[in-house]
């Protein structure tokens, strides 16, 4: 798969924090087969591959806070050098050659991420996940056989939630959607509230009107919030994605919510799949499969302006990876 640039200047989702506990483990971003470990400095991210005889570093372990190959037993430290070659005569010193290939890696709102090109870009902000407010909940992963940017405009589309998610997140009877602008301002990209009509956005059993903000926050990482005016209850959700292998791609979310739903964490990933579970037959056969940039192709209405400005700012960016 190749490597796109703007996406090499950004923090890709590996998988949860929950996910990497003292054992290496291998996960796969844009066609590239990475290791990722923890130790006491923190989270640590390599090309899974050891420089002497090619060997998955991600079969080894974690000793002392180095990375042990599984093969013959070469050490490496944190910043990728190899530190220890049991086969080496005490008098010979390790070539400076052996190394491994590091790459960015953090550990952010409940998630490891990957920075490929390994030159610290700055992380969007969620500011759900640290506001006692707020209740979050990590969703994900769930794969689906599409490219990244169809799957996140997904996300963003207003106009689906009363036909593919009839009687969940709309109502047949309420499916027009009211004009809205969406704004520009350096760093961010965000809609208007948009209403939308829904059988029971709280849980409580009530239908009635929420508004809607979408919000563009990196080529793979968006987010929505719902309002309701008259509680003000907020609900947002974070959806980021990973490109894995060329045509796959694998979502994550945080589900953060200001007020008592009423369900467990697992009652609200449970749904939350249902609903993903609706839009992947959607999605996994859009043609083309890439998203197309030019806006001549494809017919927009005004609703869709959320999708037109990801398009946009996709195409202004340069990002190439599933757009054509
Ligand atoms: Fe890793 Fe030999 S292949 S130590
Ligand atoms: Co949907």
């Known amino acids: 798969m190749v490597q796109d640039a703007v996406l090499k200047n950004d923090w890709i989702v590996a998988c949860r924090s929950t996910d990497l506990q003292e054992q290496p483990i291998q996960v796969m971003i844009m066609g590239e087969r990475i290791v990722l470990y ?11 591959l050891c ?57 952010r709102y409940g998630f490891i991420w990957v920075n490929l090109g390994n030159n610290e870009p700055e992380m969007f902000s969620l500011p759900e996940f640290n506001d006692p407010e707020f209740r979050c909940v990590i969703w994900g992963p769930q794969s689906v056989n599409a490219k990244p940017p169809r799957v996140v405009e997904n996300f963003l589309d207003v106009g689906h939630l009363a036909v593919v998610h009839e009687g969940y997140l709309g109502v047949a009877s309420h499916t027009e959607i009211g004009d809205y602008r969406v704004h520009q301002d350096g760093t961010s990209i965000r809609s208007e509230e948009i209403e939308v009509f829904q059988p029971d956005p709280d849980g409580s059993g009530q239908a009635k009107h929420v508004y809607y903000t979408y919000e563009i926050l990196r080529p793979l990482s968006v987010k929505f919030t719902k309002r309701d005016r008259e509680t003000g209850n907020l609900m947002s959700i974070l959806l980021t994605v990973v ?42 056969n859009q043609k083309p499969e890439e998203l197309p940039l030019d806006l001549q192709v494809e017919l927009s209405l005004k609703c869709d302006r959320v999708s037109i400005a990801y398009r946009q700012y996709l195409k202004e960016l340069g990002v190439t990876l599933g757009t054509a």
């Open 243 to 284: 490109p894995t292998e060329e045509g796959k791609t694998v979502a994550y979310g945080v589900l953060s919510f200001n007020y008592d739903t009423g369900t467990t964490d697992a009652e609200i990933v449970e749904f939350q799949n249902m609903i993903f579970a609706q839009d992947k037959p959607i999605v996994e």
């Open 38 to 48: 923890r130790n006491e400095e923190g989270v640590h991210a390599f090309k899974d």
């Open 51 to 107: 420089i002497h005889r090619g060997a998955a570093l991600s079969l080894g372990c974690v000793r002392d806070g180095k990375l042990v190959c599984p093969y013959h037993g070469w050490e490496y430290e944190s910043t990728g050098a190899c530190v220890k070659i049991p086969q080496l005569p005490a008098d010979q010193s390790i070539p400076a050659k052996a190394r491994a290939f590091k790459y960015g890696c953090t550990e």
